[in-house]
C-alpha cells in the first residue's frame, strides 16, 4: 500500500512540477545560448509535452530542428526526430514515424551516436507495437539494446530490456518476459 502511495504522490509531483519545468525552459530561451543549447532546449521542452500535446511538440521539435541543423549537431537532430517520431505513432501516423526513425539512423551512425541509434530502434519498435506487431517490434527492441549496450548508459539498457519484456508478455512468453525484467 504504501508503495502505491509513494508512486502516486511521486506521479503527481512530477505533474505540478512540468509547469515549473516548462517556465525555466522557456526562460532559457530568452537568455544569449548557443545553437546546440537552443536545440537542446526545444527538444526539452517536446519532451515534457510529448503525451499531452502533439502541438507542441511538433512546434518545438520543428524548433530544435531548425537551431540543430545550423550546426550540424547530430544529438540535436536526431532527438528531435525522435520526439517527432512518436507524436506520429501517438497520433496513428505509423508510416511517417517510421519514416522519421529510418531518418535518424545513417545521421547516427555516421557519428557513432549510440544513444540516438537506440532512440531510433526503440522508436521503430514502438511504433510496431503500436501496430500489434510484436514479433518486428522485439526485433526493433534487441537492436535497441544493443546500441544502448554500446553507449555504456545503464538507463538505456534498462530501458531496452524493459521493452522487450514488454514485448515478451505481449506475445505470451512470460519466462521470457521475466529474463527481461530481471535486468531492470
Known amino acids: 500500500m504504501f508503495t502505491k502511495l509513494l508512486c502516486c504522490g511521486a506521479f503527481s509531483q512530477v ?60 544529438q540535436g537532430i536526431c532527438q528531435a526526430y525522435y520526439y517527432q517520431g512518436y507524436n506520429y505513432t501517438r497520433l496513428g501516423h505509423f508510416l511517417q514515424a517510421e519514416q522519421v526513425y529510418n531518418k535518424m539512423i545513417p545521421l547516427a551512425q555516421a557519428a557513432k551516436d ?42 538505456l539498457v534498462a530501458n531496452a530490456y524493459n521493452n522487450m519484456g514488454n514485448n515478451y508478455k505481449n506475445l505470451g512468453n512470460i519466462k521470457q518476459a521475466l529474463h527481461c525484467y530481471q535486468h531492470l
Request: charge should be positive; include cysteine.
Open 114 to 155: 549510440y544513444h540516438s541509434l537506440h532512440l531510433a530502434w526503440k522508436g521503430l519498435g514502438i511504433n510496431l507495437a503500436y501496430q500489434r506487431k510484436s514479433r518486428k517490434s522485439l526485433e526493433c527492441f534487441k537492436k535497441s539494446l544493443s546500441f544502448a549496450k554500446q553507449s555504456d548508459d545503464k538507463t
Open 15 to 74: 505533474q505540478a512540477q512540468t509547469p515549473v519545468i516548462v517556465d525555466s525552459l522557456q526562460k532559457i530561451l530568452t537568455t544569449s545560448i548557443n545553437h546546440q543549447q537552443r536545440a537542446d532546449t526545444y527538444n526539452l521542452l517536446a519532451a515534457q509535452y510529448q503525451r499531452t500535446d502533439s502541438l507542441k511538440v511538433a512546434s518545438f521539435t520543428a524548433e530544435a530542428l531548425r537551431w540543430a541543423k545550423r550546426d550540424n549537431y547530430v
